[in-house]
């Protein structure tokens, strides 16, 4: 008994240091890249995939105007608190890498699943085969729609300077 509660410590200890391990790299990284862009030119900055599937829920359209790096900010620190955990850039963690997703999802889908992910695995395909591929559904995170656009920018900022 006291080795297979051993063992299983052991495999919690292990799982918890790999963990921390990568959201402190992943959290350097984002604290020093918002000050990146703000030297880039206007023209490098990636404009969001206009064709597409929006999505299922409360984002039907979506205003696409210029980069704003203070939102881009406020969106970094949202996404270390609520996203980091399940999601990376160059890497998969519990949920896909976030890498290019503003080249591979329009800004209503991706909002869409921030905002309400039970509706969007529910009614929406791509979420549906996205929550299978991984084994794990995502989870509501309790977003209101301007934090949702704040990670938004984060991530088209992010995707610009990445690679």
Not at 133 to 162: D, F, H
Request: proline share 5%; aromatic share 6%; charged share 25%.
């Amino acid at each position: 008994m006291k080795k297979r509660i051993n063992v299983i410590l052991a495999c919690f200890g292990f799982v918890a240091i790999l963990a921390c391990g990568g959201h402190g790299e992943t959290k350097s990284k984002q604290e020093n890249s918002p000050q990146q862009p703000a030297a880039a030119e206007p023209a490098a900055m990636l404009d969001y995939k206009t064709e597409g599937s929006k999505g299922v829920g409360s984002i039907t359209s979506f205003e696409r105007k210029p980069f704003d790096a203070a939102l881009a900010n406020k969106g970094v620190e949202l996404f270390v608190s609520k996203c980091a955990m399940c999601h990376s850039f160059d890497r998969t963690l519990v949920g896909p890498s976030l890498d290019a997703v503003v080249k591979r999802r329009t800004p209503e889908w991706i909002m869409n699943m921030m905002l309400d992910p039970a509706t969007m695995l529910e009614k929406d395909a791509d979420a549906k085969a996205l929550s299978k591929a991984y084994g794990s559904p995502m989870i509501s995170l309790g977003l209101k729609q301007e934090e949702a656009r704040a990670i938004l920018e984060y991530l088209r900022e992010r995707n610009s300077t990445a690679k």
